[in-house]
């Protein structure tokens, strides 16, 4: 997933400027997506030189002024097509998923306090995205995605499955031609 094609299907909806993007992958998107101040506005200024959205500039009657994005017929064109599009294999440098590959580098009872913490951590988060308010239309499914997942890792934790793979019997190893 892109920020460029974020910031499309949230304009998509209505004009927002900056900030209301910002709150809007917070309140919609949360835990799938995150994007800060810092990565929201440069792009947005990448999308106005492809011609994707406008910017009209609010005067302040109070205040700042402010910068309201909307998107083009070239934008719509451009989130439609990346829509469209077969989607990639999910792949992404995970710390959680990480932290389970390195675990036999601990004592059993370290590992299994590991594991132990990680399902706490997985349960609270579960516990946080189910009492948001639920975002609308598809939105809503995602987040139901995200949840499912975090629930059938939280299963896997809890099946004990994160066990220390049994050893091979002695004098055998992988590839390892057999003595005849």
Do not use: C
């Not at 946080?128 to 997942?149: K, T, V, Y």
């Amino acid at each position: 997933m892109s920020l460029p094609h974020v910031l499309l299907g949230l304009l998509q909806d209505t004009p927002r400027t900056g900030y209301d993007l910002a709150r809007a992958i917070r309140s919609d998107l949360d835990p799938f997506w995150s994007a800060g101040f810092s990565q929201i506005y440069p792009e947005l200024s990448r999308l106005r030189r492809r011609g994707w959205v406008l910017l009209r500039i609010l005067g302040p009657r109070r205040g700042p002024r402010r910068n309201l994005f909307r998107v083009t017929a070239a934008g719509r064109r451009e989130l439609a097509r990346w829509l469209g599009e077969t989607p990639e294999t999910p792949r992404a440098n995970d710390p959680f998923l990480l932290r389970l590959a390195l675990l036999d580098r601990l004592s059993a009872g370290d590992r299994r306090r590991a594991v132990s913490a990680s399902e706490a951590v997985l349960a609270a988060e579960t516990r946080r995205l189910q009492s948001l308010e639920a975002p609308e239309g598809d939105r809503a499914f995602a987040r139901r995605a995200a949840i499912e997942r975090l629930e059938a890792l939280r299963r896997f934790l809890r099946s004990g499955t994160t066990a220390r793979p049994r050893s091979e019997p002695r004098g055998t190893r992988r590839g390892a031609r057999k003595k005849r």
